[in-house]
């Protein structure tokens, strides 16, 4: 089995929770683990000067050490889940990055103001998912 790939996330963010969530839930392959942005694996994983270039919101490191960020890390995420997820991911790759960005960043402008902000940065999880949440 290949190396997990990290999402990175905001943990002061609600719509961010409840994606992890999401992808938690549906990946029953164990092919992602989680981990907050400004958390240790965060800073261990990526350089400090290319962390400061980055948007606050969910990032994937690739097994291959690429970084995705915006929509191209959404879509990514989405085919690695298979299934319909899968299908969503590639139908919204065909948009031209610059369009698809476009649409996350005016989302992700309003996303705080929408979406509570969790109350803890690591929800409680049961025990066969804890390994897949780093500090």
Known sequence: ?????????????????RGVGFVVRR???AQFTFAPLGGETFGASVPEADRLALPDSILVLTAEGGLLIKARAACHILRQLGGIWAVAGWCIGVFPNGLSDWIYDRVAAVRHRLFAKPKGVCPVLPEELRGRFLP
């Open 1 to 17: 089995m290949p190396e997990p790939e990290t999402i990175f996330y905001d943990g002061d963010c609600g719509l961010c929770h």
């Open 27 to 29: 990946d029953r392959k």
